[in-house]
């Protein structure tokens, strides 16, 4: 499959033209249909009206849409699009170089725009249908800041409010997050905080509670669902969010058209699946529909191992149990990452369309230890001029791994991995990493038994 080429540039960027206008849902051409999301309440598939009170009224109708091949995204939508995208297509030069491999490395490069993560795509679609429906404001949970950010932004835009829950340990860490926010007009909140019934329940329970994605999205859905005019938004996981940021894979498969090559295997880190599934979405297409054999990789902590280790089961989304139930690859909504694990990515459970596909057995994935990301990340600054996020660096640790068994086979594999990010708010983490006080931590079977014993009992 690996044309070899030559002369290809550093940069390949489509122009504004060349841009999708369409959002692709792979569910359209999943064989097997992920399980659907359950309504706790009824025991039954949810329908789109059990989600009103929680999502807009267009996204809850995209979230449940198994069917609809192409979105058009709204042009209001592509306005914003075209301040910071089509974003390039990378080839990594420097660092094939470096490794020494005859792989050819190319990244996608999502962290060009000021909330320095792919989150922007999905958050300016969000924050579009809120303001298309006439809504006031959004909450909405952020974990190491960048999702808060992107909302932030896109809020500010289309004059929308925000509330933003934000773990704790990461709003003590990441101060100039906050500030970022609070520059769009977001208002900011450590969480578990004493404004909601379900942060206040935390507090009771553990005073010196660090948070967690799961209370932070337990509170940023009790306050939307109890204010008047305002709708809660998820940055990861959702079917939709996955809908919004396939915008990063079409890009990349007619980039690569452009230089007439296809990737052997793309690699993509995963938190809670949106970029992986957004760049893999139409490489996946081809996969399912037998047009092409490309091997897919997720990437995710070896503290937070939701695909490696985790149970195929209908879960909760947060930890005080009030949203639909999907099924997925999980920890448990009451899984508690490890306190040393600085690189992200910490959520319990994983895209239902990715574990799906993970489970039908057509993606692979792997789990890394953070010293290792680290020592990726570092070698990635060095030959590639960014600093990247320490995220986006699962996914070069395994690029780099993979290039480095084509040095022993000299095999000239074409790589694809998804840059999702740049790290310049992550200091602490790279402090750690530079001064030798990170450690790497992999749980032990007893430590995610408590997460597995919090799953549902469902029938
Ligand atoms: C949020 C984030 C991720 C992980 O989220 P996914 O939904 O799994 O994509 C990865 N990289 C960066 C830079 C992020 O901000």
């Known amino acids: 499959m690996a044309i070899s ?33 359950i309504n706790p309440g009824t025991g039954g598939p949810a329908v789109p009206e059990d989600l009103y009170p929680v999502f807009c009224t267009k996204l809850a109708q995209q979230e449940l849409d198994d069917n609809t091949r192409f979105y058009d995204i709204p042009d209001e939508v592509l306005d914003i699009y075209k301040i910071y995208r089509p974003s390039p297509l990378c080839r990594a030069y420097s660092l094939e170089k470096a490794l020494g491999t005859p792989a050819k490395i190319y990244y996608k490069f999502e962290g060009n725009n000021t909330s320095g993560s792919h989150k922007l795509n999905s958050a300016v679609a969000q924050a579009y249908y809120a303001k298309d429906q006439g809504l006031a404001g959004l909450t909405t949970e952020t974990g190491a800041g960048q999702w808060g950010t992107a909302m932030a932004e896109a809020c500010s835009y289309f004059g929308l409010d925000l509330n933003v829950y934000m773990v704790k340990v990461s709003y003590n860490q990441k101060p100039f997050r906050k500030t970022i926010m609070e520059t769009f007009g977001a208002k900011v909140f450590a969480s578990p905080s004493d404004t909601t019934n379900s942060g206040r329940a935390s507090l009771a329970e553990d005073p ?110 947060d930890t005080a149990k009030t949203t639909p139930l999907a099924k997925m690859y999980t920890l448990g909504s009451g899984f508690k990452p490890s306190a040393n694990h600085a690189g992200g990515l910490r959520y319990h459970g994983m895209s239902p369309i990715l ?103 469902l029938g």
Request: proline content about 6%.
């Open 355 to 457: 574990s799906k596909l993970y489970h039908d057995g057509y993606m692979e994935a792997k789990s890394v230890e953070q010293t290792a990301v680290f020592d990726a990340a570092v070698l990635f600054a060095k030959h590639e001029t960014i600093l990247p996020a320490p995220e986006s660096s699962h996914a070069i640790r395994t690029a780099i791994d993979e290039a480095l068994i084509c040095k022993e086979t000299g095999e000239e594999k074409t790589i694809l991995f998804g840059l999702t990010g740049t790290g310049y708010f992550d200091m602490t983490a790279y402090a750690q990493y530079i001064d030798g006080s990170m450690t790497d931590h992999i749980p032990t079977d007893a430590e995610l038994q408590p997460g597995f014993d919090s799953l549902p009992q």
């Open 208 to 317: 010196d509670n660090g948070g967690s994605l799961g209370i932070a999205i337990s509170e940023a859905v009790e306050v939307a669902v109890t204010t008047e005019g305002y709708r809660y938004v998820l940055g990861s996981v959702l079917n939709q969010v996955l809908l919004h940021q396939s915008i990063i894979g079409l890009e990349s498969a007619k980039a690569f058209e452009l230089i007439d090559t296809y990737p052997d295997i793309v690699i993509g880190c995963a938190g809670g699946g949106s970029n992986l599934g957004g760049l893999i979405a139409p490489f996946m297409r081809d996969k399912i529909t037998g047009k092409a054999n490309p091997r897919i990789i997720a990437v995710e902590p070896a503290s937070c191992p939701s695909f490696t280790r985790g149970k195929y089961a209908y879960d909760f989304c």
């Open 5 to 37: 080429k030559t002369n290809v540039p550093h940069r390949i960027y489509l122009t504004e033209d060349q841009m999708p206008t369409q959002w692709y849902n792979l569910r359209a051409d999943m064989k097997e249909k992920p399980d659907p999301m």
